[in-house]
């Protein structure tokens, strides 16, 4: 990743587009007086999202800015085939309820 500052390697490791290991105990003494400093770490290093006060190496920081981009279209494409079949199977379960209620109307006739 060429450009991009601590924050937004931090969110690609939350969502799991960036492969983490924690850091040892001298690498995050190091990353902690540079974090308290203000400044951004250095590249292949972010903050743990769950963790406070806690640094991550990112595995595969080198990717590009275009493999970056993919992978984040490719989980998009997942999680919108993923909203796409609920939608259909509340729909279905609507429609069935609804042939229900009709059956129910027309028997009492």
Do not use: W
Not at 24 to 42: A, M, S, Y
Not at 83 to 97: M, N, Q, R, T, W
Request: proline share 3%.
């Amino acid at each position: 990743m060429n450009c991009f500052n601590s924050n937004f390697r931090s969110g690609m490791s939350e969502l799991n587009i960036l492969s983490t290991r924690h850091c040892n105990p001298q690498e995050t003494k190091v990353l902690r007086e540079i974090d308290e400093k203000g400044k951004d770490l250095p590249l292949g290093f972010a903050k743990d999202p769950d963790r406070t006060n806690e640094f991550v190496h990112l595995i595969n920081h080198d990717c590009s800015n275009e493999e970056l981009y993919m992978l984040m279209m490719v989980q998009q494409a997942k999680h919108i085939r993923i909203i796409k079949k609920c939608a259909v199977f509340f729909a279905f379960l609507g429609i069935i309820s609804l042939i229900f209620y009709l059956l129910g109307i027309l028997a009492t006739l």
